[in-house]
T-cell receptor
């Protein structure tokens, strides 16, 4: 059972490209989280949102509650954005996607 | 602010050995969690503690025990390690399930 599905699983982009990572979920939620994990590193929270859109620097997260879908956008991508991006949702517990591995090539 | 501190960062065990992973948070969070992360799989919950003095099983509790020593500390014990427990382990904490999740830096465990 996969309560949270992410696409694509892997993504390679040229520096400067606009990137979109998608997340769909099947459970009722109170919030959705986007997390970032650098190779060999810990996991940090990028966004927590329950409606609409949030922006932080070059990162934008959107959520459509009716469609049970969220997107994470990265504008003007940079090699330092290379990481695994994980979507998680909270209902009565946390549910995690398997992550999208992003590589940005200079 | 240290946030969530997890030790050790790396550990190699032989089958049958025991060890304890330590986790402490300084954010006064009620909820603490232990997850394991395996290739191709999402983070899977081993045990969680909703508040001091309570612990509950998650999705994959077999082979593990936990102790919520106080509000700050939540340890994970492997009594008799097995190769299937080779994984990366993360401790996390939050104000509650409806709030932001903070992670430790992870423990890479290999069981030979």
């Amino acid at each position: 059972k996969n309560e949270v599905e992410q696409s694509p699983q892997n993504l390679t982009a040229q520096e400067g490209e606009f990137i979109t990572i998608n997340c769909s979920y099947s459970v009722g939620i109170s919030a959705l989280h986007w997390l970032q994990q650098h190779p060999g590193g810990g996991i940090v929270s990028l966004f927590m949102l329950s409606s609409g859109k949030k922006k932080h620097g070059r990162l934008i997260a959107t959520i459509n509650i009716q469609e049970k879908h969220s997107s994470l956008h990265i504008t003007a991508s940079h090699p330092r954005d290379s990481a695994v991006y994980i979507c998680a949702v909270t209902g009565n517990q946390f549910y995690f996607g398997t992550g999208t591995s992003l590589t940005v090539i200079p | 602010n240290a946030g969530v501190t997890q030790t050790p960062k790396f550990q190699v065990l032989k089958t049958g050995q025991s060890m304890t992973l330590q986790c402490a948070q300084d954010m006064n969070h009620n909820s603490m969690y232990w997850y394991r992360q395996d290739p191709g799989m999402g983070l899977r919950l081993i045990y969680y503690s909703a508040s001091e003095g309570t612990t509950d099983k998650g999705e994959v509790p077999n082979g593990y025990n936990v102790s919520r020593l106080n509000k700050r500390e939540f340890s994970l014990r492997l009594e008799s390690a097995a190769p299937s427990q080779t994984s990366v382990y993360f401790c996390a904490s939050s104000e509650g399930v409806q709030r932001e999740l903070f992670f430790g830096s992870g423990t890479q465990l290999s069981v030979l």
